[in-house]
Antibody, heavy 118, light 107 residues
């Protein structure tokens, strides 16, 4: 059974760096064609794909946010970490992580709400 | 990158009716790698359909997907009360793996 859960701060100040952790079970990031993605959703708005990391450490980023994002994995701990620099109130959103089979997001975590405010 | 445009923004129907949602891509989606998700308030999205027409595990057969190239659709026959939600398409062919803007299905 595949499960994922996001964790991190609920409140960050403008200009700070956000660090989110996705802790998962039921699969390994050392398995071929497996990845973990991050997606966010501002309140009342659509889903926005952010980044993805694969079993072979291949990383993909949203072009519009690439300069601010870093995604890394710890295979032994079954964790994927997303950092986003220079946070702004427009980055207020629910952040989801998801298991990727190939490039398909088939299992999602429940999401974590991040508010950016001074 | 591929831009996905969903229509309509909102679809108002009644239980028992048939719903057809559209997703149009700015260029052809390779291998028809187009997925549909359902999202209810306060919940994560749930995968319904992938590769345009393959139902995910446990998805009822009243949900079906079709289309190819740049034009795709999700059809829900005989709407059930639990089907009223927001639906998103996403292409899973090329990075960035963009989503459409969503269609709200309301009663």
């Amino acid at each position: 059974q595949i499960t994922l859960k996001e964790s991190g701060p609920t409140l960050v100040k403008p200009t700070q760096t956000l660090t989110l952790t996705c802790t998962f079970s039921g699969f390994s990031l050392s398995t071929t064609a497996v990845g973990v993605a991050w997606i966010r959703q501002p309140p009342g708005k659509a889903l926005e794909w952010l980044a993805l990391i694969y079993w072979d450490d291949n990383k993909q980023y949203s072009p519009s946010l690439k300069s601010r994002l870093t995604i890394t994995k710890d295979t032994a701990k079954n964790q994927v970490v997303l950092t986003m620099t220079n946070m702004d109130p427009v980055d207020t959103a629910t952040y989801f992580c998801a298991h990727c089979a190939g490039w398909l997001n088939d299992y999602w975590g429940p999401g974590t709400v991040v508010t950016v405010s001074s | 990158e591929i831009v996905l445009t969903q229509s309509p923004d909102t679809l108002s129907l009644s239980p028992g009716e048939r719903a057809t949602l559209s997703c149009r891509a700015s260029r052809s989606v390779g291998n028809n790698y187009l997925a549909w998700f359902q999202q209810k308030p306060g919940q994560a999205p749930r995968l319904l359909i992938y590769t345009a027409s393959i139902r995910a595990t446990g998805i009822p057969d009243r949900f079906s997907g079709s289309g190819s190239g740049t034009d795709f659709s999700l059809t829900i026959t005989r709407l059930e009360p639990e089907d009223f939600a927001v639906y998103y398409c996403q292409q899973h062919a090329y990075s960035p793996l963009n989503f459409g803007g969503g269609t709200r299905l309301e009663s």
